[in-house]
């Protein structure tokens, strides 16, 4: 078992959530630290506070030197596929090579009506999602991309200088359809995260994903699974680690445990210990 952390731009501080990623940084059992790439909050009052996914993160990198970081996870119709991908490769470098690039098919309807983003159709929502798979691979590890879907339209694009992971950074997708999502995650991903549940739930959705590698020619090992993982109410630890442990007896590589605000560092040292027990 792996653990990661994941503190969300929202409801916070850059100074309080900066601390936490130079606590967690000096921790070893804490693999990686994860943000969101939402700009409102969500699940919260929408008109609070709530800073910029990627460029919060790319700051976390600059102030970390171990932790791989992404977000969990950039809706893809919120930028060109080609300009994430410029992005994803230049954050691999300045990174150093620890970029996880984390992506869904979309889902806020609030935020992308406010903004003028067009969300569309959950069908529209999935059939670009796969279009932006494909050219993500293609400008990260291609000399040249060209493709023609519906959606996304790329003659001889460049991408240009790749970063040092090879073919490209890890594909982390996120989401838990059962026909088209999780059949984009067999094509695609390298790592898999449900947004968290049951054990029962998430073993009904590894079994789904595990189907679609089989039918695609996939070996289901090749993806990493992962979950996020909530504390109990006042932050307690106890009913985390018994959701983890319960999710490791149905195959859970990565668990993930959100952090949220106010974010304090404080938090880091008892979890620390906690999740030891369990490695």
């Known amino acids: 078992m792996r653990f990661g952390f994941k503190t969300s731009p929202q409801n916070t501080t850059w100074a309080d959530m900066l601390a936490v990623w ?20 969500i699940f919260s009052d929408p008109t609070g506070p ?12 600059q102030a970390t030197s171990r932790l791989r970081l992404g977000t969990l996870v950039t809706g893809v119709h919120y930028r060109h596929p080609a300009v994430l991908a410029n992005m994803a490769s230049t954050l ?33 929502r999935s059939d ?10 293609g400008l990260l590890s291609e000399p040249t991309t060209t493709f023609e879907g519906r959606f996304y339209q790329l003659t001889e694009a ?9 073919p490209h950074p890890p594909i982390c997708i996120g989401g838990s359809g059962e026909k088209r999502t999780l ?23 590894r079994d789904v994903l595990h189907q679609h590698c089989a039918d ?25 680690l018994e959701q983890i442990a319960a999710l490791g007896a149905e ?25 030891a027990t369990l490695a």
């Not at 990174?95 to 159709?121: D, K, M, P, Q, V």
């Not at 090992?221 to 992962?226: G, P, V, Y």
């Open 22 to 41: 130079r606590e967690a940084d000096g921790i070893e059992i804490f693999e990686s630290g994860w943000n969101f790439d939402h700009f409102y909050p």
């Open 50 to 61: 709530c800073m910029e996914g990627w460029v919060t993160l790319t700051a976390l990198a």
């Open 183 to 205: 059949r984009t995650a067999a094509r695609f991903a390298q790592h898999w995260n449900f947004v968290g549940g049951t054990a029962a739930e998430f073993a009904r959705k």
């Open 128 to 137: 670009r999602f796969e279009e932006a798979c494909e050219v993500l691979v």
């Open 216 to 240: 695609v020619g996939r070996d289901p090992a090749e993806i990493t699974l992962s979950s996020h993982i909530r504390l109990g109410e006042d932050g307690e630890i106890g009913p985390a």
């Open 251 to 275: 195959g859970l590589d990565l668990a993930i445990v959100y952090l949220a605000p106010p974010h304090s560092p404080d938090v880091l040292a008892p979890l620390a210990e906690g999740l």
């Open 158 to 166: 460049r991408n240009e200088p790749k970063g040092p992971q090879r």
């Open 92 to 124: 691999d470098i300045v990174s150093g090579g620890r970029l996880e690039l984390g992506i869904g098919a979309g889902w806020n309807e609030e935020e992308s009506g406010a903004y003028g983003i067009e969300l569309g159709s959950l069908r529209d």
